[in-house]
């Protein structure tokens, strides 16, 4: 994902704004790194580029 | 999602579920372009403008050809991770969402859907990625609803959203929903199929 997906997306939960940590990134994007939630503190990981953006018990349907 | 004749199986008479059936059919687990995904390309490119939201972007292509054709900011959200990696490696910014859940207040001026439609029998749901991206419940606007509902608030002031509506989702039903969401509605394109008749809808807030 590139930096400027942040101005769009937020916490599914509360529509909180989320902060970035990045783990891994080259010139145009961020590859892997965690969104955080700035209210509720939920976790949202970037895997490969995209961030994973389900609510969490969403999240563990579609890893099944 | 049309059953289209290009296969030529000749066959009459299915209702929704069982065609809903026949398009699961093979071990795909991402939804591939059809006519359905002409047409909102079709709309989109026309219409779209700033800053564009594909919801059930599904392989990317609607979204890759708004971002090619019009030169447009796009992102692709799915449910379904799969899909999700097929958009990004199209060059689609791609998010694993549930429908407008992750966005925020005014962030577009295009909202994009061609949603799961297909009416389907609970009893004949089959539970699988393939599924998730044709079947619309036993109605066949489960995920309209929620979508129209939310709409508004992701969507930029002077913005629009282009939804693809079947006949066989019930074209007067989601015109209902689509007023009382307080959007005016307005045909693009459309087009008719042996099975069904697609049609684009530019909704712009009344």
């Not at chain 2, 059809?34 to 594909?54: K, N, P």
């Amino acid at each position: 994902m590139k930096e400027s997906l942040m101005d769009v997306i937020c916490c599914p939960l509360d529509k909180a704004a989320l902060e970035l940590d990045v783990d891994e990134a080259d010139d145009e994007e961020v590859l892997a790194g965690t969104l955080t939630c700035t209210e509720c503190g939920e976790t949202y990981p970037i895997e490969d580029g995209i961030p994973n953006l389900l609510p969490p018990d969403m999240r563990e349907e579609a890893a099944a | 999602m049309t059953g289209g004749g290009d296969e030529g199986d000749g066959e009459n008479g299915h209702d929704g579920g069982d065609l809903a059936a026949l398009r699961g059919a093979d071990d795909a687990t991402v939804y591939q372009p059809a006519e359905d995904s002409g047409l909102l390309a079709e709309a989109a490119i026309e219409e779209a403008h700033g800053r564009v939201l594909e919801v059930g972007t599904g392989s990317g292509w609607v979204a890759e050809r708004v971002a090619t054709e019009r030169d447009l900011d796009v992102v692709g959200s799915d449910r379904n991770p799969h899909a999700a990696r097929q958009a990004r490696e199209r060059g689609v910014e791609a998010v694993v969402a549930d429908l407008l859940s992750p966005f925020r207040e005014d962030a577009f001026d295009a909202v994009c859907f061609n949603p799961p439609y297909l009416p389907t029998d609970p009893d004949n749901e089959w539970d699988d990625w393939m599924e998730h991206a044709l079947s619309g419940g036993e109605s066949g606007r489960e995920l309209i609803e929620p979508f129209l509902a939310d709409v508004g608030r992701v969507l930029a002031p002077d913005g629009v959203v282009l939804l693809l509506v079947s006949s066989l989702t019930g074209y007067d039903e989601v015109l209902a929903l689509v007023e009382e969401a307080g959007f005016d509605h307005e045909a693009v394109v459309e087009e008719s199929f042996p099975f069904e008749t697609l049609t684009v809808l530019a909704l712009r807030r009344a």
